[in-house]
């Protein structure tokens, strides 16, 4: 199970191409801006909107940030190029640090926000 920031369009736009490329069904998608879900998972909001969780069903093991990744990316035979790249920056410890660098810079925008491949901005009121 992947827990995503549906208010992030680029987070969004990837849960879709993962589901697209998904032929064995074997991810369920939630979003994290459902506290329902997150009380069920019994997830930390805050930490949810800073990094990806994603939940092995079998054993219960959560997972977050580019450890998420590299759950993801070793379920799906096209990303498995990548499983030693990730998981060597993962031991170099350079992995979690850019995540968390990309993660914090990443576009938020209620939903309503956007309609079809634009969003507006509101403009800012001056002082």
């Known amino acids: 199970m992947i827990f995503y920031d549906s208010f992030c369009p680029l987070c969004s736009k990837s849960m879709g191409v993962l589901e697209k490329i998904d032929r064995r069904h074997k991810f369920q998608f939630e979003s994290i801006r459902d506290s329902m879900i997150l009380e069920q998972y019994n997830i930390n909001k805050e ?10 069903l079998k054993d219960r093991k959560m997972e977050t940030g580019i450890s998420s990744i590299l759950r993801i990316i070793k379920q799906i035979p096209l990303f498995w190029v990548l499983v030693p790249f990730i998981q060597l ?6 992995g979690p640090i850019i995540y968390d660098w990309l993660a914090q810079r990443r576009t938020i925008l209620p939903i309503g926000g956007c309609k079809g491949d634009s969003c507006s901005i509101p403009k800012q009121k001056s002082r």
Do not use: D
């Not at 920056?89 to 350079?94: D, K």
């Open 47 to 56: 930490e949810a909107e800073k990094r990806m969780h994603t939940l092995q």
């Open 89 to 94: 920056s993962i031991w170099a410890g350079a």
